[in-house]
């Protein structure tokens, strides 16, 4: 179940949203009380109220904005219990103070915005001694392995115990506590209106990560990079588990990359089946790797990784083949007679993890590349890797070139109005792919249009690498036309904020 957080200064704004969340499907409310401005009238706030709720009155300390004196704030939440609150929410500092009565129960929380301490159940143990219905232990994630020890603690308490971490790197813990017995999580009513560090919001919970289908059986994979909260692909694979009913969910996982390969060992506590790899953890997948596939012992990075049921894991590289063959089928959509590769001069735009596997791709089916990177030191590596030519930024103009490949973020929302290859600098007649996906019609792509060349968009090979790694979690065919009409409506909302 998920509990949805509410804190607005005036009685009237509270009530509103209330209802607007009943209309939603919410099962349980937290009514933040210290947020009124106002002393609270709870019999207002608590008279015909659309859904069971969760009185809450929390001290700045605790990290809520309660303006009174603590004896106040302690009458609140004794006369909430006299009115029939569902929930109150009580620290175990005044857990005592505030005695049991009627059916209403008690929560009994701990919060800790600085880190998740070493002594998770020392402090469990505690709250525990509060005479709690539930007990909510709640800490902010300083490493991606803070999620297992919070769910750890979460599956083996014998007491019901809400617990999951805040922060970007606490979205496993919260997406996944369900998982391992929490009675419920907390999102927020919107994406405008986090409350806490890292919530999210309710029709996310529902729409995207689909919480309350989580349970035991419940297979879990996810995106591994740093940053992560710009991915498309927790929506995208999602969607798709949904569509062809796969019971699994996929989380976006923030990793810092010192801590790639100690999260990958660790998790598997937590039973991850899989994932996929982005920015700046795709060699390091590889290393982890017990089988890695050919195209990944060629690159030396992964973009995939899946387990099966003896713990083995595989690697592999989808945008590889997702590359080679979006290129290929936007050759012959302008001559059919016209897909090879080989001995087309090649121009790649960049020198990072996208870059390395198409340039390994096109440089193993004949065709003759040159790098251009911003930094000249990293396009020389590359060069040297594939075993072919570098030219500096400044001069990647001067290359004549059948494809032009963009693998740099130039051009990327919100910069929308820039180019990594000016017009006057494409040939007329040559094949411009942009691996950029967000917009999908980019400024370059644009610009090629003017000059007749033929397009491939990074939409395309965005879609067929994430089709790949569904069929490497699921070992059943990928719903790929689904797949591409579920990423286009989910980045329509960008294209409407474009600027004219």
Known sequence: ???????????????AEHRALAEKGAQLVELRVDWIARKPDLGRLLKDRPTPVV???????????WRGTDDERMMILRQAIVDGAEYVDLEADIATKVPRYGKTRRIVSHHDFERTPDNLEEIHAELCKCDPDVVKIVTMANSPLDNVRMLRLVASAEVPTVGFCMGDMGTVSRLLCGKYGSPFTYASFSSERMMAPGQVAFDEMQKIYRYDDIDADTLVYGVLGDPIG??????????????EAVKAVYLPIRVPAEEITKTLQQFSAIDIRG???TIPHKEAAARFANYPDESVKQIGAANTLYCDDRGRWFAANTDYEAALSTIRDALQERNANDAKLDGKRVLLLGAGGVARAIGFALARAGSIVTIANRTKARARELSEQLDCQFVTWENRGSVASDILVNCTPIGMFPNMDETPYPQHWIRDGMLVFDTIYNPENTLLLKDARVRDCAVASGLEMFVRQAAAQFECFTQRPAPIEFMRETLRKGLSPVRVKRPD
């Open 1 to 15: 179940m998920i509990c949805v957080t509410i804190g607005r200064s005036r009685h009237k704004m509270v009530s």
């Open 55 to 65: 009185v809450t009155c929390r001290r700045p300390a605790d990290g809520g904005k």
């Open 230 to 243: 710009h991915s498309y692909s927790p929506m995208l694979h999602n969607a798709t588990f949904r569509q």
């Open 275 to 277: 994932y996929s790899v």
